[in-house]
């Protein structure tokens, strides 16, 4: 209970102009500042070196240009123009071909039709250039439209295209199995959203076994599926499962977000495993950051005295 009420609160929190204002003049100021822990930077070149830095290591990436709940058609279509720059300088740079958006970044809010054409102006570069890229799932007022749309692009025959669920909802055990029909590859993560009982589960401990079982599902039947979390219990449990139904381990990849568990992340790439780093850049990162200590109220004092040790320096 105690997660579920600090991911609401750090979720109210995260509206809060004053506290984005504060947090963005401390942030990312410096090169030790305390929100670079989890992003790669502000610019698209600093998230190269980061991706740089990693893809050295052995790992994977995927680009995630931070951006969300967009209120405007201009937004929107200045967002869809910062993604296709960054497509390009993706090709220049020669990193992997990767990224993740969000469809509110896109204008789904302002509407459905200029969500789509932003989301295909970004796919046809994207594809052209042996992208990859992953539609994040929002929160669940989101959910229906986000894997509409999914369908839409998926039956125009885009298929450098993958979706995220997220296992706390009580649906996703059917869309994890629409998807297996389909033939999609599907990112699956707990959820980051603090949502209600009518549609999800309210305790960890039930949020577990459906990602567990959701990940078996996925690994009998699923496209190259990821299974995207830090939790040590669950990285176990897919790798046993996977060893014991002999699905290879070029079949399927672990992923996780940019500055956690790196440990885990070096270990399982000793272990064989293929293994992707979520790396965030851009100056949005306000309400990302916010998610992510909601999620380890222990991050929290890690900020304070970042906080701290920066405001007698300034
Ligand atoms: C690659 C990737 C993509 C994602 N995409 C989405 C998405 O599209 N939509 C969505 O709703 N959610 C997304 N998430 C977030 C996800 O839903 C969870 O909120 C997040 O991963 C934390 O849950 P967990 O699975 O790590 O398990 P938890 O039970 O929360 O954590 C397990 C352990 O991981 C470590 N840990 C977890 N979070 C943190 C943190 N913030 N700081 C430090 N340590 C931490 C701790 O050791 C913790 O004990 C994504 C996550 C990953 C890894």
Known sequence: MYA?????????LSRSAALKRLASKYGMSKPDSFARRFIAGETIEEAIEAARALQARG??????????SVTSAAEAAAATREYVRLIEVIVASGIERN????????????DRATCVDNLRRILDPAQRHGFFVRIDMEN??????????????????????????????????????????????????????????????????????A???????????????????????????????????????????FQMLYGIRRDLQATLLSRGYLMRVYVPFGQEWFPYFMRRLGERPANVSFVI????SERKTV
């Open 59 to 68: 790992l994977h990436l995927t680009l995630d240009y931070l951006g969300e």
């Open 211 to 253: 990602f567990s079982q959701l990940t078996r599902l996925l690994l009998d039947h699923g496209t190259y599926p990821a299974i995207a979390t830090h939790d040590e219990r669950l990285i176990e449990d897919a790798r046993a499962y996977a060893q014991q139904r002999g699905v290879a381990r070029d079949r399927f990849e």
């Open 140 to 209: 669940s007022p989101y959910t229906a439209v986000t894997l509409e749309v999914f369908e839409t692009m998926w039956q125009q025959q885009y298929r450098n295209l993958g979706v995220a669920l997220q296992a706390l909802l009580y649906r996703t055990e059917n869309d994890v199995r629409r998807m297996n029909e389909l033939g999609a590859r599907v990112r699956l993560v707990k959820g980051a959203y603090k949502e209600p009982a009518a549609v999800a589960h309210q305790h960890k401990a039930d949020v577990d076994a």
């Open 4 to 12: 579920a009420s600090s991911k609401a609160l750090f979720l109210a």
């Open 305 to 308: 005295r970042g906080i701290l």
């Open 99 to 110: 990224i993740s958006l969000k469809l509110t970044q896109l204008g789904v809010d302002v």
